[in-house]
T-cell receptor, first 119, second 111 residues
């Protein structure tokens, strides 16, 4: 079974450009999360969706960031305009509703991440 | 105060020794606790979950939870060079898969 798929793996762009990161969650998972990881701040939750509906976007740093999930198999995180301080690794993760069939509650399956560098 | 704190710096342990990692959390209502391992340049992967006070063992790993003191720990017995990684503590609630992560502790196992 394929894991969480993210693209691009690496993105180098100039300040002011629009950046779009993409994620395909594991089939059947109804939760999708976007995290950002930096050395200074660690792994921060930006936004998460349940059944394609945004539940909590309080971690989105500012209006330059937006996320969508048009269907159960695809999500995007967009930064417009990008700034050097947005440089980080962005992870997408998915999981299923906790407690189903006795599986581990809260196990997140992470994609390989998108490393963003804004010059 | 951050939700999840992992304060100790990089941990170097000789091969075969026990590595001990600690984590504290601020929300007393937290109900689920996890340890993720992250190799350099890779994504986090779940290695342990614990929900009740006490110890939980899985192979060479033991997770310990003390809700009264709001801390969770991870012991790695018989440390191997392949255990060299960053270990992330994560805390969440039942019925809600939102997890708060600590910044992680780097473990280096010296052959």
């Amino acid at each position: 079974d394929a894991g969480v798929i993210q693209s691009p793996r690496h993105e180098v762009t100039e300040m002011g450009q629009e950046v779009t990161l993409r994620c395909k969650p594991i089939s059947g998972h109804d939760y999708l999360f976007w995290y950002r990881q930096t050395m200074m701040r660690g792994l921060e939750l930006l936004i998460y969706f349940n059944n394609n509906v945004p539940i909590d976007d309080s971690g989105m740093p500012e209006d330059r960031f937006s996320a969508k999930m048009p269907n159960a198999s695809f999500s995007t995180l967009k930064i417009q305009p990008s700034e050097p301080r947005d440089s980080a690794v962005y992870f997408c993760a998915s999981s299923h509703t906790p407690g189903l069939a006795g599986e581990n509650t809260g196990e997140l399956f992470f994609g390989e991440g998108s490393r963003l560098t804004v010059l | 105060q951050k939700e999840v704190e992992q304060n100790s710096g990089p941990l170097s342990v000789p091969e075969g020794a026990i590595a001990s990692l600690n984590c504290t959390y601020s929300d007393r209502g937290s109900q689920s606790f996890f340890w993720y391992r992250q190799y350099s340049g890779k994504s986090p992967e779940l290695i342990m979950s614990i929900y009740s006070n006490g110890d939980k063992e899985d192979g060479r790993f033991t997770a310990q939870l003390n809700k009264a003191s709001q801390y969770v720990s991870l012991l790695i017995r018989d440390s191997q060079p392949s255990d060299s990684a960053t270990y992330l503590c994560a805390v969440g609630f039942y019925g809600n898969n939102r997890l708060a992560f600590g910044k992680g502790n780097q473990v280096v196992v010296i052959p």
